[in-house]
């Protein structure tokens, strides 16, 4: 139960109509979700206006509307309060009602194209093992310390990220990691917010049919940084090219990580093995479950995060050493007749790059790598060809299939893609709509020493066709195909 009046002292409002001495139950900005008591928040999203539900939320038992425009025909039995941005207000009212768990919170947020998901994980793993309890919110899964709940974004709504910070409090966490995604910081999802430190790992090419150029995608994730208080951290990737300009306005206390330029953590790969890497970690040695060069700037991240938020250099390392893989992220199997097969979330053209050349470097050369992707539908459309032609220019062969085709045909997003595949590289193509299909062909042609990509989904166990999600996990038909080849 919350007073109306107390939760409208986190805000600014334009105007107020009605009396604010009244008790709020819930918050909401569905209107189908509203119950007898809710403060409704009529947002503007990209696809409905919130305004246009105002009357049904009412109808449903709001006393309280959040608005840009008060109606015309507003009844005075309902409270009104008129404020400039409805989703950036949204975010400071469901701080405010759950009590702003996250400056109760340790709370470090993550955000760049490739490797939030293995970071933020990392570092939940990274604060349990020390002996902390710990929330998580990520792309694969929520975690209020021990309890698992399953995720449906990068970052959750406004209502959904307190709620979780709420009970992460509640259950007596010290800490929270979570994906800052650069829709969440468009959105305002973000807003109000308390944070303790901020990452940037990296920009690439992505989300251009959202943000519609590249300068605006990087306008999104800066604007994370640019709201981190004085007495936070902003740790940044400074041997990529837009790492300094990430933080150039930041009030927060700046640090930077990096393996090939001067920095206040540096790393070297030592020796890599498809068992693992040795890393060098700020002039100790130090061996971990891990491959590629990718994974050893999200290790070297874990490592400075941890370091900043008071952690011993010994026990960080330690617990560092003993770190496996997150799901679907450079998880490989093997056959019973020497094929490996590596899932990996690579779903852009930096991390399909980064992937592959960790691959290469640990091939003798003998090997076929086999690679399969494809594109996601109703997605940024700019990335297809560059993946394809990423695909094939680091691969024997290469497979291209359905990834998420949504709405699309998927032969057309393969016809896409093929636009990137110079006419000589064409006979190392195989073009396979189906995707458990593409994985039975590659199963079939490899031999044995011979890898075998599976880009692109990664942990997801469901692959969305039109409008239904169909259960689809790479990890299972690989094994279903391995299997099959053992008893043939």
């Known amino acids: 139960m919350n007073s109306l009046k107390d939760i409208l002292g986190s805000i600014k409002p334009k105007q107020i109509i009605g009396n604010e001495n009244i008790t709020i139950n819930e918050l909401c900005f569905d209107s189908r ?9 009529a947002t503007r999203g990209t696809q409905t206006d919130g305004h246009k539900f105002i009357s049904m939320a009412i109808e449903k038992g709001a006393v309280a509307v959040v608005c840009e425009e008060i109606p015309s025909d507003a009844p005075s039995a309902v409270t009104f309060i008129k404020v400039a941005d409805a989703s950036f207000a949204l975010g400071h009212l469901a701080s405010a009602f759950f009590d702003y768990p996250s400056s109760k919170l340790k709370l470090v947020g993550i955000t760049g194209t490739n490797g939030k998901t293995t970071t933020v994980t990392l570092l939940y793993r990274m604060f349990r093992e020390l002996g902390y309890k710990a929330g998580l919110i990520s792309t694969v899964k929520n975690y209020v310390n021990e309890r698992e709940t399953e995720a449906s974004h990068t970052t959750p709504d406004s209502i959904q990220l307190n709620q979780l910070m709420h009970e992460m409090v509640a259950e007596g966490c010290e800490y929270c990691f979570m994906e800052v995604s650069s829709h ?17 790992s990296n920009i690439t090419l992505d989300h251009l049919d959202f943000h519609k150029t590249f ?59 498809f068992d693992g890497t040795k890393l060098q970690i700020d002039g100790t040695e130090v061996w971990t479950h891990f491959i590629g060069e990718f994974n050893a700037y999200n290790l070297l991240a874990v490592y400075a995060t941890t370091i900043l938020l008071g952690q011993k250099k010994e026990e960080t390392l330690k617990v560092i050493s003993n770190l496996t893989s997150v799901s679907g992220r450079f998880e490989y199997l093997r056959s019973s ?57 680091n691969s024997t062969k290469l497979i291209l299939t359905s990834d998420n085709p949504r709405s699309e045909d998927p032969a057309a997003i393969i016809a896409e893609m093929m636009v990137g595949i110079d006419i000589n590289n064409r006979k190392k193509v195989l073009n396979i709509v189906d995707r458990r299909e593409a994985i039975r062909t590659a199963c079939m042609m490899a031999q044995k020493g011979d890898i075998i990509l599976v880009a692109g989904k990664g942990h997801e166990n469901y692959q969305i066709i039109k409008d239904v999600k169909h259960h689809f996990d790479d990890k299972e038909v690989i094994s279903e195909q391995f299997q099959m080849l053992t008893n043939n």
């Open 184 to 200: 969440s910081v468009v959105q305002h999802r973000i807003a109000g917010l308390h944070f303790a430190g901020g990452i940037f």
């Open 33 to 41: 979700k509203v119950v007898p008591g809710s403060l409704f928040i």
């Open 337 to 393: 007749a020497g094929i490996t097969a590596i899932v990996d979330y690579a779903h852009t053209p930096d991390a399909l790059e980064n992937v592959l050349r960790a691959i290469n470097q640990l091939r003798s050369g003998h090997e076929q790598l086999i690679t399969i992707v494809g594109a996601g539908g109703d997605r940024d459309r700019t990335k297809r060809p560059i993946m394809a032609k990423i695909g094939v220019e």
């Open 215 to 273: 300068n605006e995608y990087i306008k999104a994730k800066k604007q994370f940084f640019d709201g981190l208080p004085s007495n936070a951290f902003a740790l940044t990737n400074i041997d990529d090219r837009n790492g300094k300009i990430m933080v150039q306005n930041t009030k927060a206390l700046t640090k930077t990580y990096a393996l090939r330029s001067m920095s206040d953590f540096r790393c070297k790969v030592m020796e890599s093995h």
